[in-house]
């Protein structure tokens, strides 16, 4: 009698950038051994999911996609709240206990499995991880998922002794005890407003002063902000092992400190990027088209671009899902005034609850007529355009992935978390794109490190900014980035081919459950 399959559960926070590679590389497991797989989500980014994971698999795959489940906790949209806490729990007991699950979103009722070997969660899961360790106590390996640049992972979670900020709460809980302030302003203080000139040093990225880690007035939710943030790093220390959402080629000496870092307390990391649809173009982006109602409109766009304007003339903006200048929304329209202005064709997706497009702003994109507004567009199917020339974003690891893989450079507008430090690696230290300055805001307008330079911040001194940007960008220097960027594509690329790092890790992992 064959032996049952090993069971490995996936979970992530409700986050776009984080949940989607997350979605395929749980297709690409049970493709790399004969392994289950249960994805646990949210009502909210059920459908999502479900679309998504459907990029990963061909008609012929059928073997492999039986062997991986969708199951809906309950109607949970945000990262953390007491009921998306328990639902979580009440699915691992289950789990853990090799008993059915019912799907609330379908009904659909799936018949139990073995107990998990493994599963990884999301480093902002942290409710999740307690009750796992809480069930399960060591029984079940959990593996933090990092998905967002390594570099970044250093300081923003990390041991001081690679430029990262230590156990956060246990010093905010200590500063509150002392100060009587409250535990929540404590946190805030130290994580997102740090005092002017320290400097933070990491292996293989630039000096950067700590305020460069956040160079956008954007407010944090509570939510992330007090209650995630400052756990984070207990949790990291305490898991069983790490799986990196980065190619090793693109960000090497990280990658190789982060490997150093776990293997000192006899833990491994392994590395899985890029992480795209694993099927062909033709039914990655079918699937895609299905996820934004304007797919139809955006490919037709992008046809009469590339018949009008012609390859490579196209500017696509999208600052994410949840990012957007709140405080100054009036920078994102003076940007398009002056794309406009150069009489360039561009799509702007604003999937953000926070954006809001003014009827004078829409009125004027539709006067100018070589200009989309939509609120989710099929992402990678516009990246993978002839059409399109640029990228303007927000420097989320996940975009930007999925720009190189398309050999697509980009144009970067950072906010906070490991978005500015791919903003430097891919302006400064690769020097495939560029970074917008005169964006920033808040502790963004202090000195930057690397140039001593301190940013205006005006709308003039942004639409000076962006003229030059552009101009260099679809001219001779331009041309420049984007062929030292297809080196880049290349060797990303070939990560998840037959010697290639994270196919070399993945393999490494299952074959260690």
């Known amino acids: 009698m064959a032996a049952p399959l090993k069971h490995i559960v996936t979970h992530t926070a409700s986050a776009w950038g984080h949940a989607r590679p997350l979605v395929h590389l749980s297709a690409r497991l049970v493709k790399l051994r004969p392994v289950n797989v ?27 996609a039986r062997r991986i489940r969708v199951i809906s906790l309950n109607d949970v949209a945000s990262l953390r709240l007491d009921e998306g806490e328990r639902a979580f729990e009440e ?17 659909t ?46 300081h923003l979670f ?58 956008q007035d954007f407010d944090i939710p509570d939510e992330i902000a007090t209650n995630i943030f400052p756990r984070v790093f207990e949790t990291v220390e305490t898991a069983d092992g790490a799986i990196l959402f980065t190619p090793e080629s693109y960000e090497p000496e990280a990658v190789k400190a982060f490997k150093e870092w776990f293997a000192e307390t006899g833990r491994p990391a392994f590395v899985s990027g890029p992480l795209l649809p694993s099927a062909s173009k033709k039914t990655a982006n079918e699937c895609e088209k299905k996820l934004s109602k304007e797919s139809a409109e955006i490919q037709e766009f992008l046809e009469k671009t590339l018949k009008t304007s012609g390859e490579k003339s196209l500017i696509y903006i999208s600052l994410g899902s949840i990012f957007w200048p709140v405080k100054t929304p009036e920078k994102m329209w003076a940007f398009l005034d002056v794309i406009m202005e150069l009489n360039k064709p561009f799509i702007l997706s604003h999937a953000s609850t926070f954006a809001s497009i003014p009827n004078e702003i829409r009125e004027k994109v539709k006067a ?58 891919i302006a400064d ?21 690397r140039n001593g330079r301190r940013p205006v911040g005006t709308i003039e001194a942004l639409k000076a900014e962006a003229r030059e940007v552009l101009g260099r ?41």
């Open 109 to 154: 009722r799936f018949p139990p499995l073995p107990k998990p070997q493994t599963v990884i969660l999301d480093l902002f899961a942290i409710d999740a991880y307690n009750s796992v360790r809480a069930i399960s106590g060591n029984s079940v390996k959990v593996i933090t998922w990092h998905p967002g640049l390594t570099y970044a992972m250093f």
């Open 368 to 425: 100018y007529g070589k200009g989309v507004l939509s609120p989710w567009t099929p992402q990678q199917l516009i990246l993978d355009h002839p059409a399109i020339g640029w990228y303007v974003a927000h420097g989320g690891h996940n975009g930007v992935l999925e720009a190189i893989s398309a050999g697509v450079p980009q144009i970067l507008w950072p906010f906070g978390g490991d978005q500015p430090l791919n903003a430097v690696h």
């Open 429 to 449: 230290q690769l020097q495939i794109g560029y970074e917008l300055i005169e964006v920033r805001t808040g502790h963004g307008l202090k000195p930057i490190y």
């Open 158 to 215: 990390g041991p001081e002794s690679l430029g990262g900020r230590g156990n956060v709460r246990l010093k905010a809980e200590e500063i509150s005890r002392q100060t009587g302030r409250p535990f929540g302003d404590v946190v805030r203080e130290i994580a997102f407003s740090p005092p002017e000139g320290e400097v933070i040093r990491i292996p293989g990225m630039a000096p950067m002063y700590a305020h460069e880690y956040w160079p």
């Open 38 to 64: 249960t994805i646990l989500t949210s009502t909210a980014y059920y459908t999502r999911i479900t679309t998504e994971l459907a990029r990963s698999f061909e008609p012929e795959d059928e073997e492999h």
């Open 473 to 513: 960008a679809f001219g001779k220097d331009g041309a420049k980035k984007r062929e030292r960027l297809q080196a880049v594509r290349q060797a990303v690329n070939a990560e998840w081919e037959n010697g290639g790092a994270s196919k070399r890790d993945m393999l490494a992992f299952l074959d260690s459950l």
């Open 91 to 107: 699915a691992w007991k289950a789990l853990d206990e090799k008993r059915e699950l019912v799907c609330p979103q379908t009904g």
